[in-house]
């Protein structure tokens, strides 16, 4: 079946300018997150969707960053103004009654 | 707060011998840990979960220990093989109240395996 998809692969964008990154988990799950990941390190937890459920936004880095999920399936993360230390690789990964998370390809996104 | 370290050194072995990593964790009681496989340019893949009471789990050529006296998990690799050669992360649910299953990440540790 079809695994867990990420839009678009890459992204490069002006310092300033907003970006929308799109996550589409695999169909049936009810859980979704959002992982940061820089040059070199680990995942850094953004924000995890559960249900119908308030998110848990406790990773996002500013206020500048905010994200939702329509319909319990498909979301969008978004951030506003971009900076350069925004560029990074976006995961995001869906789980269903499981700790067992699914990983998309992610979405690198460069700031120029 | 919550920290996970991984060797952030490359690991080096030759084909055919038993690769052991090491995740240690501290101000952290975690009921499991998990372990990821990543290859470059794509999503971290699952390979093992092992809970709080479980000292040891197995899956073909890997093994995973969980001390939680240590607080530290060892992953090991037998007979590896190239095609083994990937970063190893290794995870543990978040602490603190609410159902939140958001994993923490160590940054990994990289391993090579030499023909």
């Known amino acids: 079946g079809a695994g867990v998809s990420q839009s678009p692969s890459n992204k490069v964008t002006e310092k300033g300018k907003d970006v929308e990154l799109r996550c589409d988990p695999i169909s049936g799950h009810t859980a979704l997150y959002w992982y940061r990941q820089s040059l070199g390190q680990g995942l850094e937890f953004l924000i995890y969707f559960q249900g119908n459920s308030a998110p848990d936004k406790s990773g996002l880095p500013s206020d500048r960053f905010s994200a939702e999920r329509t319909g319990g399936s498909v979301s969008t993360l978004t951030i506003q103004r971009t900076q350069q230390e925004d560029s990074a690789v976006y995961l995001c990964a869906s789980s269903f009654m499981s700790p067992e998370q699914f990983f998309g390809p992610g979405t690198r996104l460069t700031v120029l | 707060s919550q920290k996970i370290e991984q060797n952030s050194e490359a690991l080096n072995i030759q084909e055919g011998k038993t690769a052991t990593l090491t995740c240690n964790y501290t101000n952290y009681s975690p009921a499991y840990l998990q372990w990821y496989r990543q290859d470059p340019g794509r999503g971290p893949v699952f390979l093992l979960l092992i809970r709080e009471n479980e000292k040891e789990k197995r899956k073909e050529r890997l093994k995973v220990t969980f001390d939680t006296t240590l607080k530290q998990s060892l992953f090991h690799i037998t007979a590896s093989q190239p095609a083994d050669s990937a970063t190893y992360l290794c995870?543990?649910?978040?602490?603190?109240?609410?159902?939140?299953?958001?994993?923490?990440f160590g940054q990994g540790t990289t391993l090579q395996v030499k023909p």
């Open positions: 995870a543990l649910r978040a602490g603190g109240s609410g159902n939140t299953g958001k994993l923490i």
